[in-house]
């Protein structure tokens, strides 16, 4: 079972930044495009970013000029880095591993909010 670790999470005021990361098997990492979704109360999941083994990135248009996500082979971690947050950014945030099987993360909460 591929387990997905997801830490980076909380509140923050709009305008304000926050990363998250997600650590997984190396054999995992190697291999599986990595990303986030989120999903909002009372929404769909949706894509923020995904990054492929071989670094080409894709962003929601939503996040673009904002998010970067990027990934550290060496610790076989992915992150996102995320700025100029807005109140509609507020959801649970889950990693994920896409390639042969697709995995996810248990999920952090991001709260942008005064």
């Known amino acids: 079972q591929v387990q997905l670790v997801e830490s980076g999470g909380g509140l923050v005021q709009p305008g304000g930044s926050l990363r998250l990361s997600c650590t997984t098997a190396r054999s995992i990492f190697s291999r599986y495009a990595m990303g986030w979704y989120r999903q909002a109360a009372g929404k769909q999941r949706e894509l923020v970013a995904l990054?492929?083994?071989?670094?080409?990135?894709n962003y929601a248009d939503s996040v673009k000029g904002r998010f970067t996500i990027s990934r550290d082979n060496a610790n076989n971690t992915v992150y996102l880095q995320m700025h100029s947050l807005k109140p509609e950014d507020t959801a649970a945030y889950y990693c994920?591993?896409?390639?042969?099987?697709?995995?996810w993360g248990q999920g952090t909460q991001v709260t942008v909010s005064s």
């Open positions: 990054i492929t083994s071989g670094g080409t990135t």
């Open positions: 994920t591993a896409r390639g042969l099987l697709v995995a």
